[in-house]
């Protein structure tokens, strides 16, 4: 009964590849997010996606596209792969709840190497 | 302006001690403002947040102090357990909630 799943947990693969990482959330919620955390610990939007429509694209590279087939499930694809795209990847959801706590519920990481 | 500072980087506190984490934004706009708690291994999970309408909030061991006028605020972690080692992440949402910006994480370490 996990909330938010991403497949796979690690990802490694050579420069120039394409791969995707898949994430679905059974909570019902309306919008998903992909995040960023590189080795530092830091942690970057890049995508924010509100009932299957994208709302925020923070400057993230073309190579990055994401797709929402539903509402529980978002995808990221990733052209080209490049070394300083080794990093771990959250997904996350939300319910729009105005006034109240609009708590990320994150899925467990997905740690892609890129050698 | 989009930048959320979180200070310190780390920190070491007894058990039993006050953890302090403090945070400040410059973006006005900013109307909710989280604090999420991540284990190693595992993904951010929400500790406690406030709106910007409350100078604190208080739940369990866990407070967060909050000051409009000085656009800072802080997570305070009473009778800091071992258990509570984690790295600790500030953050501040816009636009309902869909931009959230996040603080660069303080690594907590309590001492048994």
């Known amino acids: 009964d996990t909330a938010v799943s991403q497949t796979p947990k690690y990802l490694v693969t050579q420069m120039g590849n394409d791969k995707s990482i898949k994430c679905e959330q059974n909570l019902g919620h309306d919008t998903m997010y992909w995040y960023k955390q590189d080795s530092k610990k830091f942690l970057k939007i890049m995508f924010s996606?509100?009932?299957?429509?994208?709302?925020i694209n923070e400057t993230v590279p073309n190579r990055f596209s994401p797709k929402s087939p539903d509402k529980a499930h978002l995808n990221l694809h990733i052209n080209s792969l490049e070394l300083g795209d080794s990093a771990v990847y959250f997904c996350?959801?939300?319910?729009?709840?105005?006034?109240?706590?609009?708590?990320?519920?994150f899925g467990p990481g997905t740690r892609l190497t890129v050698t | 302006q989009q930048q959320v500072k979180q200070s310190p980087q780390s920190l070491i506190v007894q058990k039993g001690g006050i953890s302090i984490i403090n945070c400040a934004y410059e973006?006005?706009?900013?109307?909710?403002f989280p604090w999420y708690q991540q284990f190693p291994g595992k993904g951010p999970a929400l500790l406690i947040a406030?709106?910007?309408?409350?100078s604190e909030k208080k739940e369990g061991r866990f407070t967060i102090s909050f000051n409009k006028s000085a656009k800072q605020f802080s997570l305070h972690i009473m009778d800091s357990q071992p258990g509570d080692s984690a790295t600790y992440f500030c953050?501040?949402?816009?636009?309902?909630?869909?931009?959230?910006?996040f603080g660069a994480g303080t690594r907590l370490f309590v001492k048994a």
């Open positions: 996606y509100n009932n299957k429509e994208l709302i």
């Open positions: 973006n006005t706009a900013f109307d909710y």
């Open positions: 406030i709106r910007p309408d409350v």
């Open positions: 996350a959801s939300s319910q729009e709840r105005f006034g109240l706590d609009d708590e990320q519920y």
């Open positions: 953050a501040a949402s816009i636009d309902g909630g869909f931009k959230t910006i």
